[in-house]
């Protein structure tokens, strides 16, 4: 007999989530009678016995919740750690947060410390680096409340907090075209994350409505570090034919970038307009000021924390996701001058 089966095996083995799979053997009225069968007779069939460790640490609150964060040093994280304390500790849970510093190692290291320490739910942003999520099925199979914010993980069935990434790549792009640019780059996150496709097609999208192509066939694709954004300045600004604008995914890259026109006196705006995506500090401050697309942190961390908690509360597991609002934040970077 096959040992330590869990509800995953079990939703894996039928083709549905692992979600249904617990209402099913919880006798849920949200679950069909068939389905519901054939859960307890595959369930019998393989042996499987009910978390008892898992069950207890559900009936007996610790009043905490679990973070897991990419990086903590990023102006969005450490503003959604702001929002995911302030809804916490208005209901009084007790926050651990955990980073997984982008490597998919660390990121199962975080699950089991918030998994050991009991913690009533956890709230996570993925890692940067492309794995297969499968470490994430720990917090399902112990029925531990699960809600994804901004890096979402779409194969797993859960609540997810984002922001609305496709018209912020639209945006960005409307707004270089009102700015008269004809050759406007793309420089693209990691095409594995929802949050930087989406971009990406939004940033299409604007272009096909007024009939315009990329400035090169093949977007640059790159995990939008400072090292990333001065390579793709040298090959998008270092050959004769260069575009004149670039929508970078994140404000980190549109750094290199400006260095890398004042350099090679490249003139901003008038020559290279640039817009970037998340609204730094650091954005109003440099000069030129760099135009880019704000997405609010600590809202999303907020909204991401209500709906655990609620879940929570109400020992409910909901599959919804939330989109928050974007805005285009217009400075020198991108704002050429009215012939």
């Known amino acids: ?43 019998n069939e393989l042996g499987y016995k009910p978390n008892a ?17 990419p990086k903590i040093n990023r102006h969005f994280f450490s503003d959604a750690i702001n ?7 208005s209901k009084g849970y007790n926050v651990i947060i955990t980073q997984s510093n982008e490597s998919e190692a660390q990121e199962k290291e975080c699950i089991q410390t918030l998994l050991h320490a009991g913690v009533d739910g956890i709230i996570a942003s993925i890692a940067l680096v492309k794995n297969d999520y499968q470490h994430y099925y720990k917090i399902i199979d112990r029925e531990v409340p699960l809600v994804f914010f901004d890096r979402i993980c779409d194969e797993i069935e859960s609540n997810k907090v984002v922001v609305d990434d496709f018209k912020g790549g639209f945006l960005a792009a409307e707004h270089l075209i009102s700015q008269g640019c004809k050759q406007i780059a793309h420089i693209a996150g990691p095409q594995h994350l929802n949050l930087y496709i989406n971009r990406t097609q939004g940033f299409f999208k604007a272009l096909r409505k007024h009939n315009m192509e990329p400035f090169a066939s093949e977007i640059l694709e790159n995990y939008l570090t400072r090292e990333e954004g001065e390579e793709a300045a040298k090959i998008l600004l270092g050959g004769k034919k260069r575009p004149d604008a670039i929508f970078a995914s994140n404000d ?31 954005a109003k401050l440099i000069s030129p000021s760099l ?24 020992q409910t597991n909901t599959h919804e996701t939330i989109v928050l609002p974007i805005k285009l934040i217009e400075r020198e970077s ?6």
Do not use: W
């Open 252 to 282: 980190t890259v549109c750094l290199s970038l400006i260095e890398y026109a004042k350099q090679h006196n490249i003139a901003i705006p008038d020559e290279l307009a640039i817009i970037g995506f998340s609204n730094e500090p650091y």
């Open 291 to 314: 135009s880019t697309i704000e997405q609010r942190g600590y809202d999303v961390g907020y909204k991401a924390t209500e709906l655990l908690i609620t879940n929570i509360d109400n």
């Open 83 to 89: 929002g995911v304390e302030k809804y916490a500790k």
């Open 1 to 43: 007999m096959e040992q330590n089966i869990t509800i995953h095996d079990i939703a894996k083995k039928l083709g549905i989530s692992s979600s249904t799979v617990s209402r099913a053997l919880n006798n849920n009225s949200r679950i069909s009678d068939k389905t519901k069968a054939k859960v307890l007779e595959l369930a």
């Open 334 to 339: 991108s704002a050429k001058k009215k012939k």
């Open 53 to 69: 460790a898992a069950t207890a640490l559900r009936m007996k609150r610790t009043k905490t919740i679990g973070l897991i964060i």
